[in-house]
């Protein structure tokens, strides 16, 4: 079992920044994958970005350039560096996690079913 806790949202104006965290307690292991998801009331959950436990990356296409993904091993805590916030990312932001993160796994990633855990959300508003 792994539970994952977000913290970090707010409200900011567009053009600003915000670092999301996510820890994550229980189990852990060196094939793991962890990634950021976002949903706005009324519309789809949407993949952000992931990061797997050897340090590779992927984002989605609205992060590209904005977004950063991160991850402090040590501390087992996974952030989000946004820049450049624009009210189109206003949304709740969610940390999942998968513990065994296969080839197929990682190419799926942008699929929620792949994942195995979520954290409860942070909030995040940009104003214009």
């Known amino acids: 079992q792994v539970q994952l806790v977000e913290s970090g949202g707010g409200s900011v104006q567009a053009g600003g920044s915000l670092r999301l965290s996510c820890s994550a307690s229980?189990?852990?292991?060196?094939?793991?994958?962890m990634g950021w998801f976002r949903q706005d009331p009324g519309k789809k959950r949407e993949a952000v970005a992931t990061i797997h436990r050897d340090g590779r990356s992927k984002y989605a296409d609205s992060a590209k350039g904005r977004f950063t993904i991160s991850q402090d091993n040590a501390k087992r805590t996974l952030y989000l560096d946004m820049d450049i916030l624009g009210p189109e990312d206003t949304a709740m932001y969610y940390c999942a996690a998968r513990m065994y993160c296969s080839d197929f796994y990682w190419a799926e990633w942008q699929r929620e079913v792949m994942w195995e855990y979520w954290g409860q959300g942070t909030q995040v508003t940009v104003s214009s």
């Open positions: 229980g189990d852990s292991n060196s094939r793991s994958c």
